[in-house]
């Protein structure tokens, strides 16, 4: 069930939110892999246990698909996450048998002055797998809406 539509009024400075936990199965690493990301690594356990990442590890960007899903559960902004620009880091591989979780924090808060209807939130979203270990860090701004008058 989604949570009702959060606008630029009902957001303050250091408010957090955590969505749900998603499990990472070996099935869905290698089958986004297969289909976005080709790499040893993400497709094979033997091949895996040679490189960096010393196993099999999830594309950075399925881990980053996965944090948009459980953004868009814990963190329903009206009228939708919509970036505007940010960066993004995975600080250590997803692995299968993984449970994400993603925790928001609402970093900065900035009304336009010349459109009155919305403004800008910067957000910092740290996906943690089970261990509490960070997997992916993003910081961002987003368009955030008024509510209507």
Do not use: Y
Request: net charge negative; aromatic share 6%; hydrophobic share 40%.
């Amino acid at each position: 069930m989604m949570a009702s539509p959060l606008w630029l009024e009902d957001l303050h400075v250091g408010q957090t939110f955590v969505s749900d936990p998603v499990t990472v199965t070996t099935e869905a690493i290698k089958a986004f892999a297969a289909e976005f990301d080709p790499q040893p690594f993400h497709l094979d356990e033997e091949a895996a246990r040679d490189t960096l990442f010393e196993g099999l590890a999830a594309s950075g960007w399925h881990t980053a698909a996965l944090t948009m899903r459980m953004l868009v559960q814990c963190f329903p902004l009206a009228g939708g996450l919509v970036g505007a620009g940010g960066e993004t880091t995975w600080p250590r591989p997803t692995r299968p048998g993984d449970a994400l979780t993603v925790h928001v924090e609402v970093l900065e808060i900035t009304p336009s002055r010349s459109r009155p209807d919305r403004g800008m939130i910067r957000t910092r979203s740290t996906t943690r797998n089970q261990h509490g270990e960070a997997v992916q860090i993003s910081t961002v701004r987003i368009v955030a809406w008024r509510r209507p008058a």
